[in-house]
């Protein structure tokens, strides 16, 4: 049913100023990551300090122009946009539409600016689940009620595979397990879909070398220190050298080219060189309060479609937080995803702080 309540309190300040906090970390950290490789690569140290900074502010527009378009249009936007997703994923695979960088084939080039079809699918893929789920009365239990959204995220969850993006595919099945947890879904049925998903990135893991590679590498990163543990390795370096304050902001080593991908997926790294244990607690500490004020707007949201969307948009920034956390610290394999707020991007900055504003909006809905 359409709630009718209306929009009577301002969005959750708790959330909005953790955002932009993080946002302002990123920003900085940005640039001492990366003003080494700008300089060499486009002899210019503020190349991707500057992307940046526009980025965030496209990002800071979507999020603004969310928190005041009300949640509730999202209904009537959930086939269009899960169509739309589908379409730019097909695209991306295409020869001479699909931009490929470093083997992987996940972005649309649009001229001056590159395009990622991967966030577009994770947003639209929330919505569609939120949306169905909400119109199923009295709630979801079996699982011949969950085939339709299990269906529409392995079909997303292949295509991602394909560019190859085993991080966002995990990503985007992890989110859309616990919408349906919060949905109501058994624990029995959830315990098959969670055993089918691990069979799957097994799967995908042993049959693609590379993948195969990365996870022997993470179990014994000293077995080939040159090769496929060497991403471990140097951001372990990092991570070491940093101690309890850090080294100082722009005195980072590691940088230099020594650790790959600084200023992208391995950007905590850094921050826990130059800010130390304090600094990159900071950064988990800021994630934790994220969670706690999505789930609490989830939680006192006014309508079923309101709670999940917040859940999923909440579930999706921690879940990516986790698993790029996990692999920096050498807890998890590696895999190339983002941190968010914080790592340099485009499309997928610009979107997850879109995202945000929508979660700004429910939170001007709760009941408490």
Same mark, same amino acid.
């Given at each position: 049913?359409?709630?009718r309540?209306?929009?009577s309190?301002?969005?959750?300040?708790?959330?909005f100023?953790?955002?932009?906090?993080?946002?302002?970390?990123?920003v900085?950290?940005?640039f001492?990551?990366?003003q080494y490789a700008?300089?060499?690569?486009?002899?210019?140290? &503020?190349?991707?300090?500057?992307?940046?900074?526009?980025?965030?502010? +496209?990002?800071?527009a979507g999020?603004? *122009?969310?928190?005041?378009?009300?949640?509730?249009? /999202?209904r009537? +936007?959930?086939?269009?946009?899960?169509c739309?997703?589908f379409l *730019?994923l097909?695209?991306?695979?295409?020869p001479?539409?699909? #931009?490929?960088?470093?083997?992987?084939?996940?972005? =649309?080039?649009l001229?001056?600016? %590159?395009?990622?079809?991967?966030?577009v699918?994770k947003?639209?893929?929330?919505?569609?689940?939120? #949306?169905?789920?909400?119109?199923?009365q009295?709630g979801v239990?079996h699982f011949?009620?969950?085939?339709?959204?299990?269906?529409?995220?392995? $079909?997303?969850?292949?295509?991602?595979l394909?560019?190859?993006?085993?991080?966002t595919?995990?990503?985007?099945?992890?989110?859309?397990?616990?919408?349906?947890?919060?949905?109501g879904?058994?624990?029995?049925?959830?315990?098959?879909?969670g055993?089918g998903?691990?069979?799957?990135?097994?799967?995908? =893991?042993?049959?693609?070398?590379?993948?195969?590679q990365? *996870?022997?590498?993470?179990?014994?990163?000293?077995k080939?220190?040159?090769?496929?543990?060497?991403?471990?390795?140097q951001s372990?370096?990092?991570? @070491?050298?940093g101690? $309890? /304050?850090?080294?100082?902001?722009?005195?980072g080593?590691?940088? &230099?080219?020594?650790?790959?991908?600084?200023h992208?997926?391995f950007?905590?790294?850094?921050i826990?060189?130059?800010?130390? /244990?304090?600094g990159?607690?900071?950064?988990?500490?800021?994630?934790?309060?994220? =969670?706690?004020r999505?789930?609490?707007?989830a939680?006192?949201?006014p309508?079923?479609f309101?709670?999940?969307?917040?859940?999923g948009?909440?579930?999706?920034?921690?879940?990516?937080?986790?698993?790029?956390?996990?692999?920096? %610290?050498?807890?998890?394999?590696?895999?190339g995803?983002?941190?968010?707020?914080?790592?340099s991007? @485009?499309?997928?900055l610009?979107?997850?702080?879109?995202?945000?504003?929508v979660l700004?909006?429910?939170?001007? *809905?709760?009941?408490r």
């Amino acid at each position: 049913m359409r709630s009718r309540v209306r929009a009577s309190k301002p969005p959750d300040f708790t959330l909005f100023l953790t955002v932009l906090i993080l946002l302002s970390i990123g920003v900085v950290m940005v640039f001492s990551a990366s003003q080494y490789a700008a300089l060499v690569r486009f002899n210019d140290a &503020f190349y991707f300090f500057k992307r940046q900074f526009i980025y965030a502010g +496209l990002g800071l527009a979507g999020m603004f *122009f969310f928190l005041n378009y009300d949640y509730r249009n /999202f209904r009537r +936007l959930a086939i269009p946009l899960l169509c739309l997703s589908f379409l *730019f994923l097909v695209l991306v695979l295409l020869p001479g539409v699909g #931009f490929t960088s470093h083997g992987a084939q996940r972005w =649309i080039n649009l001229g001056p600016v %590159t395009f990622q079809p991967s966030e577009v699918v994770k947003f639209g893929i929330v919505v569609f689940t939120a #949306f169905g789920l909400s119109q199923m009365q009295p709630g979801v239990r079996h699982f011949r009620e969950i085939i339709p959204f299990l269906g529409v995220t392995g $079909l997303a969850a292949v295509l991602i595979l394909l560019q190859p993006d085993l991080g966002t595919a995990v990503a985007l099945t992890g989110t859309v397990f616990i919408m349906l947890f919060c949905a109501g879904t058994s624990l029995a049925t959830l315990s098959l879909v969670g055993m089918g998903g691990l069979a799957a990135v097994s799967v995908a =893991i042993c049959f693609e070398p590379y993948r195969l590679q990365r *996870f022997l590498a993470f179990l014994d990163p000293w077995k080939d220190p040159q090769g496929s543990g060497f991403h471990i390795i140097q951001s372990l370096y990092a991570i @070491g050298s940093g101690g $309890l /304050f850090g080294m100082g902001l722009g005195q980072g080593k590691q940088k &230099f080219l020594y650790l790959p991908e600084q200023h992208t997926d391995f950007i905590f790294a850094v921050i826990a060189e130059e800010l130390g /244990f304090i600094g990159a607690t900071l950064v988990i500490v800021l994630f934790l309060v994220f =969670i706690w004020r999505g789930l609490r707007i989830a939680l006192y949201a006014p309508d079923t479609f309101a709670s999940l969307l917040a859940t999923g948009i909440t579930a999706g920034v921690g879940l990516q937080a986790l698993i790029n956390i996990g692999v920096v %610290t050498g807890t998890l394999p590696v895999t190339g995803i983002p941190l968010p707020f914080i790592s340099s991007g @485009g499309t997928a900055l610009v979107f997850t702080l879109a995202a945000v504003g929508v979660l700004l909006n429910i939170s001007r *809905f709760v009941t408490r």
